[in-house]
């Protein structure tokens, strides 16, 4: 009896509590584990003034309000494509950002319905972009070498049919 009721407690406390919301974009390329992300970042904005290209911004989504994500630095790579300088994590002061840790890559292609190559048209714009030669477009449709794929947003920029995003890997 006492086991049915243990669980049947942890059930319904279980319903109460509110989901962990996790950020769906992508972290700037030198960031640490998400938890630690959150735990250390200060939302000083040092990241978002230091990215050449601009491609970082707070995270404001309105699932994002009230909770440790809001503020947080994300990387957009819908106007431009990252380099990888390491400006944004030199400029960071918490740690957040960590060269010592390697560049994290955190985006990976995604090839929608509407790509030209895989409807059997000639497109060789998102192959010819990748500066890591990690797409090949041939007559079957398009393939990527994700180990060689560097998440930097250069095919999606050089799609005019809008069939390549970057989404954040899992």
Not at 57 to 65: L, V
Not at 133 to 143: N, R
Request: aromatic fraction near 6%.
């Amino acid at each position: 009896m006492a086991h049915f009721l243990c669980r049947r407690l942890t059930r319904l406390w279980a319903r109460r509590r509110p989901g962990a919301i996790n950020c769906r974009e992508a972290r700037p390329p030198w960031a640490i584990e998400e938890s630690q992300f959150l735990a250390l970042c200060q939302r000083c904005g040092n990241c978002f003034q230091a990215c050449p290209n601009g491609l970082i911004k707070p995270a404001t989504g309105p699932e994002y309000q009230n909770s440790p994500i809001a503020g947080t630095p994300v990387l957009d790579l819908d106007c431009g494509q990252c380099s990888y300088c390491g400006s944004c994590a030199r400029a960071c002061p918490s740690g957040a950002l960590d060269l010592r840790y390697g560049r994290q890559v955190q985006t990976r292609v995604k090839i929608e319905a509407s790509c030209q190559a895989r409807q059997g048209f000639y497109c060789l714009l998102c192959e010819d972009a990748c500066p890591q030669q990690a797409i090949k477009a041939s007559p079957d449709g398009v393939t990527v070498n994700m180990t060689a794929c560097d998440g930097c947003g250069a095919c999606g920029l050089a799609c005019l049919y809008g069939a390549i995003t970057l989404v954040r890997q899992p």
